[in-house]
Nanobody
Framework: QVQLVESGGGLVQAGESLSLSCAAS????????MGWFRQAPGKEREFVAA????????YYADSVKVRFTISRDNAKNTLYLHMNSLKPEDTAVYYC???????????????????WGQGTQVTVSS
């Protein structure tokens, strides 16, 4: 069964750090581009970060650039999102997602991802 399971969410204060993990089963992360998206209450799901399957090439939303880092451990089949200097506007449910194998399309759109996790809540208090 193909599955992505996020963990690591929680409640932190503004300025603090948090790291999310996304464990994959039934699929091999090294053959897929992976992404993180988030959805705040009453808002559309938005792109946060992505990492290509062919290399360590990464992409970030302007709102998180410099503060967030996406990485992947192929040996553990796990995706990570390290978040520093968190702001209240980072509060959302965070989802990891995988593209089809050997994907090289638009990494910024949710349409390109065909496997999704259930999400993990991140709450940043001011």
């Amino acid at each position: 069964q193909v599955q992505l399971v996020e963990s690591g969410g929680g409640l932190v204060q503004a300025g603090e750090s948090l790291s999310l993990s996304c464990a994959a089963s039934g699929l091999t992360l090294s053959t897929r581009a992976m992404g993180w998206f988030r959805q705040a209450p009453g808002k559309e799901r938005e792109f946060v970060a992505a990492i290509r399957w062919t290399s360590s090439g990464t992409y970030y939303a302007d709102s998180v650039k410099v503060r967030f880092t996406i990485s992947r451990d192929n040996a553990k089949n796990t995706l990570y999102l390290h978040m520093n200097s968190l702001k209240p506007e980072d509060t959302a449910v965070y989802y990891c997602a995988a593209t089809p194998r050997s994907y090289s399309g638009n990494y910024f759109s949710a349409v390109g991802y065909n496997v999704w996790g259930q999400g993990t809540q991140v709450t940043v208090s001011s």
